[in-house]
C-alpha cells in the first residue's frame, strides 16, 4: 500500500496572517471585531487571538460588505443581522465566477 502524504491543515491563524489574507492591516481586524458579533476568535494564555477558519470567513463576508460593496459599517451589520445566509451565497456565487471568469480566459490565451 503506497504511502500517502497527509496535508497538515491549520487549526487555528494569528490575526498576522488573517490581515495578510485581505491585505489590511491588523488593528482593521481588532476593529471589526469590537463591531461585529460574528467575530469572535479565541484568545491563547498570553492573550493572543487565535482566528479559526469560521472566523476567517466572517471576516470575509464583512470585508466583501464594506470593502468591495461599499457598504457602511452601519449598513453591513444591518445586512449580515437581516439575512447573512444570502450574503454569503452571493458572495460564493462571486467567487465561482471570478474562478470560471480567469479560468476561461486562460483558456483563451492558450489558444
Do not use: C
Not at 80 to 89: C, E, G, Q, W
Not at 94 to 107: A, G, W, Y
Request: aromatic residues 10%.
Amino acid at each position: 500500500m503506497p504511502y500517502k502524504e497527509k496535508t497538515i491543515e491549520k487549526k487555528y491563524y494569528t490575526i498576522g496572517e488573517v490581515a495578510d489574507q485581505f491585505d489590511v492591516a491588523t488593528s482593521l481586524i481588532r476593529f471589526w471585531e469590537g463591531e461585529f458579533d460574528i467575530i469572535k476568535p479565541k484568545k491563547n494564555r498570553k492573550g493572543n487571538r487565535q482566528f479559526t477558519k469560521e472566523d476567517i470567513e466572517n471576516v470575509k463576508l464583512i470585508y466583501h460588505l464594506v470593502k468591495e460593496k461599499g457598504f457602511t459599517l452601519q449598513g453591513a451589520k444591518d445586512m449580515l443581522k437581516n439575512d447573512s445566509h444570502a450574503v454569503k451565497d452571493k458572495m460564493d456565487m462571486l467567487d465561482s465566477l471570478k474562478n470560471i471568469r480567469t479560468f476561461l480566459t486562460e483558456i483563451k490565451e492558450q489558444l
